[in-house]
């Protein structure tokens, strides 16, 4: 059996223009963008040791408080991001390389030289009162978002064919965002170990490090998330128009946000009432935003996703439900869900959808190749089966036997039994991976790459 021409084609154009499946490599010796990020990094690391230095010497447990503190911080931030990511259209590695540079890059080579030397000027023509009341709602927008930015700039020479669309660009920056955000947090836990004249550090360490951890739940990584998704706007790729107003106008409102939430002291000292207003209206300016962007810039990747998957229903593997809760909404996912009725059906939908995702996956990275002669019964095939290793292009649930599969747990119903940690070192896709029984196939556990 074969899909039809039509829907190959489509696979084929979704394939080229999403970047679905492409891995991202970061050494690229014949790309100048790769020695520059190297170059960066390194005068990064370089600034960032130069400045810690003295901390290290003298408040070693502040130092390795805030790090471990914001260390484990960051963890659902990123959790959370991937999350979102649900078609994975930004690798693992992309994203740990956004994460370096806006951590290193810039904070320490970047936004930490422009802000001292801006400020400075503050200071010397309007006074000291006024550089402490307004100087960081003035600069750190724009010299922050800027350094940020260039991360952003600097991946897209480094992946043109991962970042290709404004959803690519909300994701890519807020890894960016949060990288800044971490290392950032860090410095202010440090520094004010040094309040008090050093007595009771560790102390001083803790208040500091728990307000930012209150007060930072909407922070860099969502301003950033806004300004990069407008910077993709205005300059345009090859799979998304350019809009130069939409773009100016999400950098300007992440840039504004940013501003208002540094002058809460220079306002409190307006109208105290100010203060809480501005704590208020901030993180929910910054959310809507964020959630507005998502749901506008996501119609692009659900598109591709339907492409890529539509061939799987005419070959009987998925029905037009699974592609259409797969390529849909949390809402969608949620209606196709409930639409089986009882805890064991609401469990084998969830594992349809968490097995059809990682179906795409695979076909993404084999360039929607079929293989030859492999057997490819539907859902509805009867018969218990298993994947035979080293022989399906795509590796999930596509070459298929009708060897009967023995029970491997008793007491379980076979459909939710655990296949054993596969063995075979033929097949690196099936290799050391375990396996779930859905629907009377065998598929990888999701994530498990």
Known sequence: MTAPVSAGSDRSAALEESGFGRRFRLVQTHNMAFWVYVLLVVIGLLAMFQQLQSSLAAFQGSLTFSVVLFAAYAVPFWLFLRHIDRFDSVPEK?????????????????????????????????????????????TAPVTEELAKASG???????????????????????FLGLGFQVFEDIIYGV??????????????????????????????????????????????????????????????????LHGLWDATGGLAGINPILFPLVYILVPVSLI?????????????????????MEPEVALGVLTQADVDALAGSRKERRTYVRAHRGHKSHVNAKNVLDAAGDLATQIARDGGVETPGAVRPGRSAPGPQRLTPNRSAHGIGRTLTTEPTP????????AHQAFPTCRHRRDPR????RLRCVDRHWYPLRRHR
């Open 407 to 414: 029970p491997f747990r008793t007491g379980l119903p076979h």
């Open 94 to 138: 992309l994203a740990g390389a956004a994460f370096l540079y806006g951590g290193v890059v810039s904070t320490f080579a970047m936004a930490t030289y422009a802000n001292n030397a801006v400020i400075s000027l503050w200071g010397k023509v309007n006074g000291q009162q006024f550089a402490a009341d307004w100087a960081a709602a003035f």
């Open 430 to 433: 099936l290799c050391g991976r």
């Open 288 to 308: 809507a935003l964020f959630v507005w962007i998502y749901k506008t810039s996501v119609v692009t990747e659900r598109r591709w996703m339907r492409e890529l």
């Open 191 to 256: 520094n004010s170990a040094f309040g008090n004249f050093g007595v009771d550090a560790v102390a001083s360490t803790y208040t500091t490090s728990v307000m930012r951890v209150v007060v930072g739940l909407t922070s860099h990584w969502t301003y950033s998330a806004i300004f990069c998704a407008g910077l993709i706007y205005l300059i345009g790729r090859p799979d998304e128009p350019r809009r130069v107003g939409r773009g100016l106008l999400l950098m300007l409102a992440a840039m504004a």
């Open 152 to 174: 952003l700039v600097l991946l897209v020479l480094l992946a043109p064919r991962l970042i290709r669309t404004a959803f690519d660009g909300l994701i890519v920056g807020a």
